[in-house]
């Protein structure tokens, strides 16, 4: 009988085989061309399209019944008909990527039915593989990693940029005493606390879901959480492919959730 869990294994092998394809071109950038995105998104380079058209070709072609939506491809709607779709951010982190920091990766996940099912990220600077698939555990560079089981806010950090500790987005205006860090790619943050280096993260903001995809799946791999910022189920390839910001952690995303102001929801970005 086949193990069906060989279906994922399958995937996850191809989103690793691509993810290091894809770290060969951008490192062979060294002043890769930048354009500003329209409404202040962010920069685009010459390297995350050809990141970008790489994996759809490559991808596309040993699964060519799986949808795509990418952040450096125009959507479309037939997305949504598929019954599996790679969720790919090219490079996570691209104002890293173009200050010469090593705090960038390649994003890849699959998603069926709404969840992600086999997921990787690779930071190509840093030789950190993160892995994981659906009910198989996550993994880091081959070893099982596990979520932070910390419940206390004082001895805890959390990843996040400066809005998401403002008084305004917490009950009564009571900050919760964590401290706070940063990383660049929300990708990355998600893996920080699958291998427990961090404690939780917060994102206000509606967020991408190319930018969450494959960490959200690692994360609760190793026994972490990741919901909306009001506690909703994560779902991927909704028509407008956004959560309403993000809230994720190991055994802390309990303690803090209750602490959130909901607040009206954010509009979409």
């Known amino acids: 009988m086949t193990d069906p869990r060989d279906d994922l294994r399958g995937d996850l092998a191809l989103l690793v ?5 894809a ?32 994996l759809r070709t490559r991808l596309g072609a040993a699964r060519p019944s799986y949808g795509w939506l990418s952040e450096e491809t125009a959507d479309a709607p037939e997305r949504l008909a598929a019954g599996r779709i790679f969720i790919v951010d090219p490079i996570d982190g691209t104002r890293a990527y173009l200050e010469g920091s090593q705090d960038w990766a390649h994003s890849l996940a699959v998603a069926e039915r709404g969840r992600i099912v086999a ?17 198989g555990g996550a993994t880091l560079n081959g070893a099982t990693i596990r979520a932070s089981a910390e419940t206390d806010p004082e001895r805890a950090t959390l990843l996040g940029p400066r809005l998401a500790m403002s008084p305004e987005h ?59 910022r009001r506690g909703a189920p994560l779902s991927f390839n909704k028509p407008q492919p956004q959560s309403d910001g993000v809230l994720a952690g190991g055994a802390l995303h309990g303690v803090l959730l209750p602490l959130l102001e909901a607040g009206p929801a954010s509009p979409p970005a």
Not at 17 to 21: D, H, L
Request: with cysteine; charged share 25%.
């Open 23 to 54: 770290a060969g071109i951008a490192t062979a950038f060294r002043a890769p061309e930048v354009w500003d995105k329209p409404d202040g998104a962010g920069p685009v380079c010459e390297a995350d399209l050809a990141v970008d058209a790489m």
């Open 119 to 135: 997921a990787c990220v690779l930071l190509p600077q840093r030789d950190l593989l993160y892995t994981a698939t659906l009910g």
């Open 17 to 21: 085989e691509a993810a290091r394809e």
């Open 170 to 228: 917490w009950t009564g205006g009571d900050v919760p005493p964590v401290r706070r860090a940063f990383r660049s790619a929300l990708a990355w943050r998600l893996c920080l606390l699958a291998e427990a280096k961090f404690d939780a993260m917060l994102t206000i903001r509606p967020t991408w879901e190319w930018d969450i995809a494959a960490g959200s799946l690692i994360l609760s791999e190793a026994g972490g959480t990741a919901t909306d």
